[in-house]
């Protein structure tokens, strides 16, 4: 079964803070790691991730993916209250297939 | 704009009735999905068409149906619908570096 487990499920920040969003996911059929960020209405790509060890940023967000031990981290620095949102992390398996976890609530106090 | 365009945004609907989301794409994708958003459990796939002409089943099948009628276009239907099926329905499309969604279908079941 594929499977797509995200921590925390929700988290309250203040601005400036840090935080790192976690992902793991099962190997069956892997083929690529996607972050989307989800506001009001339909998710907003982020990152793709297919190889290990090799960061994608973007201002402040980054993401890594660690398939040796299958999780990968979303990190953003200096968050602000427009980073409120959810995040959701999916498998892209054979097929273009795309297993969602249950995502993150951020939020970001000002 | 190119995109996911999914039709109605809002519906309610009686017990027992029947209707059709429809999806339709302009970016020439062989990846078409429906899924369903209900909260705390993220987004869960109902079906997926990997091409012209194939559908699959995903997590969440059961009480849904789905027709690709050709390449643009994925329409998901309730034969019967049931207080269960209230949800929020996204149409997305996907080439191997991303998917792209529609803006969500807001259905409830009374």
């Known amino acids: 079964e594929d499977k797509v487990v995200q921590s925390p499920l929700s988290l309250v920040v203040h601005e400036g803070d840090t935080v790192t969003l976690n992902c793991s996911y099962e190997v069956t059929n892997f083929r690529s790691l996607l972050w989307y960020k989800q506001e009001k209405k339909a998710p907003t790509f982020l990152f793709m991730l297919t190889s290990s060890g090799i960061e994608k940023k973007s201002g402040r967000l980054s993401s890594i993916l660690d398939k040796k031990e299958l999780f990968s981290i979303l990190n953003i620095t200096a968050t602000q209250t427009g980073d409120s949102a959810v995040y959701l992390c999916?498998?892209?398996?054979?097929?273009?297939?795309?297993?969602f976890g249950e995502g993150t609530q951020l939020t970001v106090n000002p | 704009n190119a995109g996911v365009t999914q039709t109605p945004k809002f519906q309610v609907l009686k017990t027992g009735q029947s209707m059709t989301l429809q999806c339709a794409q302009d970016?020439?994708?062989?990846?078409m999905y429906w899924y369903r958003q209900d909260p705390g459990m993220g987004l869960r796939l109902i079906y997926y068409s990997a091409s012209e002409g194939t559908t699959d089943k995903g997590e969440v099948p059961n009480g849904y149906n789905v027709s690709r009628l050709n390449k643009r276009e994925f329409s998901l239907r309730l034969e019967s619908a049931a207080p269960s099926q209230t949800s929020v329905y996204f149409c997305?499309?996907?080439?191997?570096?991303?998917?792209?969604f529609g803006q969500g279908t807001r259905l409830t079941v009374v």
């Open positions: 970016m020439n994708h062989n990846s």
């Open positions: 997305a499309s996907s080439e191997p570096t991303e998917a792209f």
């Open positions: 999916a498998k892209e398996t054979s097929g273009s297939r795309l297993t």
